[in-house]
């Protein structure tokens, strides 16, 4: 059910280098838990909604003024890199 | 000093308010204790020492002012370390966030500390809150006071760990899947998880952000009352947190129960569940019969599908919160030619095995052409369980289960199979699932291990459930168990 090339494709998707060690645990353990969690399957559920959120609220808003907040030079502090008032990456493109 | 440091929370008070005892001598005290059974128990990732020996001066100060005390003053608190505490790392025992210093107090902490609790420390977890026997920290494992060789139970195991072993009076813990109730019923004390939305989540690092949900961790049912007071309520920095007056807790403590009427959801004491737990829910139904309740079988026909439905709801949700680890903002980061070379070797370096697999998982839940096989699914079969509750509710006050299908397992017992792992949960899944409040309690013993029993109220009903665990509380006496820790005075 889950071959290697689907973990390497799920690994890419979640930005996750894996060892070759890894791919193969979690190829199997992960085949293992979705088989167990294939019994859902058998529940008729064409006429149930989805639960998304337990709390029956919606639309919660504030008004749009400026409240108090971090100071910047508190946030980029912990910045592993940064440059002025940026956080600062490796090569994107 | 054993004495102090299992004295209840609002004894200590107490005796801190008539001037009995100086916060000084109180965090003094457990500092000391602290000292001795952590090599043993290892339920502390950071002590806050100074911290709350200039707080508990400040503290004396006011009294001596004559200013009026808050509900928790002078009582040494500890935290686990997924909540922000300024000042000091929150690791959530990841290698990935070692060296993070929120530069915010998360709401509990704020509502804490205005209560005049004094914050000792930060306690021990599985990374990121996933696990179930503190075994998947990234820097050691927590033992069970009870007994060195097992487990504490997890995710919360820290903070249930130095509850028992009189290390704090009062540790907070969060709870996604059973993270409070199964360590608390594993270490012998009392651990509840709030109806999802009564407490504030602004500084609970994320897992599963619609499963999460802030609770106390305690010796007695007192206690749990009184801490969930000071930190339930309304907040604007969680949108999902419920506007609203909180009752008084402490009201609904009574020694009997008449007219209560108590369920028995059969699935629960069924196939997984160790027959002595079978008969530690028999006698506390026995025992609550005796106080008056009303106790009958009851059923919830789609358990068996609460822990597939859990581990596709909660994994979905985990990899995209944990996705903001890109080593770009805070944290670890692993240097790259590119920045997305970067963030894969980042999140490769800084996870562990458990957190991966999660993850894993969750990705390819979520993933095209599986999203409707799975997540949908599992949000679907979440409406089935929660019409199951409510369906019982509608006969029942709350319902009495197991809080964990077994004793405390032994350290390494189920590392190399994690499906055996996920089923240690099988008993408090579903009440995330429903976003119900729940509350276990020490009930008995099997062989020198204790055992909790679970109980399940209805939404915002928490006053039920210190209610009935206020009764069972006189009956079993548990408040004065003492693990047998051996401490060089």
Same mark, same amino acid.
Request: hydrophobic share 40%; net charge negative; charged share 25%.
């Given at each position: 059910? !889950? &071959?290697?090339? @689907?973990? /390497?494709?799920? *690994?890419?998707?979640? #930005?996750?280098? !894996? &060892?070759?060690? @890894?791919? /193969?645990?979690? *190829?199997?353990?992960? #085949?293992?838990?979705?088989?167990?969690?294939?019994?859902?399957?058998?529940?008729?559920?064409?006429?149930?909604?989805?639960?998304?959120?337990?709390?029956?609220?919606?639309?919660?808003?504030?008004?749009?003024?400026?409240?108090?907040?971090?100071?910047?030079?508190?946030v980029?502090?912990?910045?592993?890199?940064?440059?002025?008032?940026?956080?600062?990456?490796?090569?994107?493109? | 000093?054993?004495?102090?440091?299992?004295?209840?929370?609002?004894?200590?008070?107490?005796?801190?308010?008539?001037?009995?005892?100086?916060?000084?001598?109180?965090?003094?005290?457990?500092?000391?204790?602290?000292?001795?059974?952590?090599?043993?128990?290892?339920?502390?990732?950071?002590?806050?020492?100074?911290?709350?020996?200039?707080?508990?001066?400040?503290?004396?100060?006011?009294?001596?002012?004559?200013?009026e005390?808050?509900?928790?003053?002078?009582?040494?608190?500890?935290?686990?370390?997924n909540?922000?505490?300024?000042?000091f790392?929150?690791?959530?025992?990841?290698k990935?966030?070692?060296?993070?210093?929120?530069?915010?107090?998360?709401?509990?902490?704020?509502?804490?500390?205005?209560?005049?609790?004094?914050i000792?420390?930060?306690t021990?977890?599985?990374?990121?809150?996933?696990?179930?026997?503190?075994?998947?920290?990234?820097?050691?494992?927590?033992?069970?006071?009870?007994?060195?060789s097992?487990?504490?139970?997890?995710?919360?195991?820290?903070?249930?760990?130095?509850?028992?072993?009189?290390?704090?009076?009062v540790?907070?813990?969060?709870?996604?899947?059973?993270?409070?109730?199964?360590?608390?019923?594993?270490?012998?004390?009392?651990?509840?998880?709030?109806?999802?939305?009564?407490?504030?989540?602004?500084?609970?690092?994320?897992?599963?952000?619609?499963?999460?949900?802030?609770?106390?961790?305690?010796?007695?049912?007192?206690d749990?009352?009184?801490?969930?007071?000071?930190?339930?309520?309304?907040?604007?920095?969680?949108?999902?947190?419920?506007?609203?007056?909180?009752?008084?807790?402490?009201?609904?403590?009574?020694?009997?129960l008449?007219?209560?009427?108590?369920?028995?959801?059969?699935?629960?004491?069924?196939?997984?569940?160790?027959?002595?737990?079978?008969?530690?829910?028999?006698?506390?139904?026995?025992?609550?019969?005796?106080?008056?309740?009303?106790?009958?079988?009851?059923?919830?026909?789609?358990?068996?599908?609460a822990?597939?439905?859990?581990?596709?709801?909660?994994?979905?949700?985990?990899?995209?919160?944990?996705?903001?680890?890109?080593?770009?903002?805070?944290?670890?980061?692993?240097?790259?030619?590119?920045?997305?070379?970067?963030?894969?070797?980042?999140?490769?370096?800084?996870?562990?095995?458990?957190?991966?697999?999660?993850?894993?998982?969750?990705?390819?839940?979520?993933?095209?052409?599986?999203?409707?096989?799975?997540?949908?699914?599992?949000?679907?079969?979440?409406?089935?369980?929660?019409?199951?509750?409510?369906?019982?509710?509608?006969?029942f006050?709350?319902?009495?289960?197991?809080?964990?299908?077994?004793?405390?397992?032994?350290?390494?017992?189920?590392?190399?199979?994690?499906?055996?792992?996920?089923?240690?949960?099988?008993?408090?899944?579903?009440?995330?699932l429903?976003?119900?409040?729940?509350?276990?309690?020490?009930?008995?013993?099997?062989?020198?291990?204790?055992?909790?029993?679970?109980?399940?109220?209805?939404?915002?009903?928490?006053?039920?459930?210190?209610?009935?665990?206020?009764?069972?509380?006189?009956?079993?006496?548990?408040?004065?168990?003492?693990?047998?820790?051996?401490?060089?005075?």
């Amino acid at each position: 059910m !889950l &071959s290697r090339s @689907e973990v /390497e494709h799920v *690994a890419a998707l979640a #930005r996750l280098e !894996l &060892s070759e060690e @890894e791919k /193969e645990l979690f *190829a199997q353990q992960l #085949r293992e838990i979705i088989e167990y969690v294939n019994i859902l399957q058998e529940l008729p559920t064409d006429d149930v909604p989805p639960l998304v959120h337990v709390v029956p609220l919606k639309n919660v808003w504030r008004e749009d003024e400026v409240e108090e907040h971090l100071e910047v030079e508190e946030v980029l502090s912990r910045a592993p890199d940064r440059e002025e008032r940026f956080f600062r990456v490796s090569r994107v493109v | 000093m054993e004495d102090i440091c299992f004295l209840p929370a609002h004894v200590l008070r107490e005796r801190f308010c008539r001037r009995e005892i100086s916060a000084k001598e109180i965090v003094t005290v457990f500092l000391e204790r602290i000292k001795q059974v952590e090599p043993k128990v290892r339920a502390f990732l950071t002590l806050c020492e100074e911290e709350a020996l200039s707080q508990a001066e400040r503290l004396d100060q006011a009294l001596a002012r004559g200013e009026e005390m808050g509900p928790l003053a002078g009582v040494p608190v500890a935290l686990k370390d997924n909540l922000c505490l300024s000042g000091f790392p929150t690791t959530c025992a990841s290698k990935i966030l070692a060296n993070f210093y929120p530069p915010y107090d998360a709401t509990v902490v704020r509502r804490l500390r205005e209560a005049g609790a004094i914050i000792v420390g930060k306690t021990n977890l599985d990374e990121f809150a996933m696990g179930s026997s503190t075994e998947n920290s990234a820097f050691h494992p927590t033992t069970n006071p009870w007994d060195l060789s097992r487990v504490p139970g997890g995710s919360s195991g820290g903070s249930a760990a130095a509850v028992a072993a009189g290390e704090v009076p009062v540790a907070l813990g969060s709870d996604t899947g059973g993270s409070i109730r199964q360590p608390a019923a594993f270490c012998g004390v009392v651990g509840l998880k709030p109806t999802y939305g009564r407490v504030s989540r602004y500084g609970l690092v994320a897992f599963a952000s619609s499963l999460d949900q802030i609770g106390p961790i305690t010796r007695c049912v007192e206690d749990c009352a009184l801490v969930l007071q000071v930190i339930a309520g309304h907040d604007p920095r969680d949108a999902t947190s419920i506007p609203g007056e909180i009752p008084d807790y402490r009201s609904s403590l009574a020694s009997d129960l008449k007219g209560m009427r108590i369920g028995i959801p059969s699935e629960y004491l069924g196939e997984g569940v160790a027959p002595e737990i079978g008969a530690v829910v028999g006698e506390v139904a026995a025992k609550l019969t005796d106080l008056g309740a009303q106790v009958d079988y009851t059923s919830l026909p789609h358990t068996r599908y609460a822990l597939p439905a859990y581990y596709l709801v909660a994994t979905a949700e985990a990899s995209s919160n944990l996705a903001r680890y890109d080593g770009v903002r805070y944290g670890l980061r692993v240097p790259a030619e590119e920045a997305k070379d970067s963030m894969a070797l980042t999140r490769k370096e800084g996870f562990g095995p458990e957190v991966k697999r999660r993850i894993m998982l969750g990705t390819y839940a979520l993933s095209a052409g599986y999203y409707e096989a799975y997540y949908l699914k599992a949000l679907k079969v979440r409406t089935l369980i929660k019409r199951d509750f409510d369906k019982a509710f509608a006969h029942f006050d709350c319902l009495l289960t197991p809080t964990t299908p077994t004793p405390a397992f032994r350290m390494g017992e189920k590392l190399a199979d994690p499906l055996a792992m996920y089923f240690s949960d099988i008993c408090t899944l579903a009440v995330n699932l429903a976003g119900l409040p729940a509350i276990s309690v020490p009930a008995g013993k099997v062989g020198h291990l204790p055992v909790g029993v679970q109980f399940i109220a209805p939404p915002l009903r928490e006053d039920k459930l210190f209610q009935v665990a206020y009764a069972l509380e006189q009956v079993v006496g548990f408040p004065s168990w003492r693990p047998p820790l051996e401490v060089i005075a």
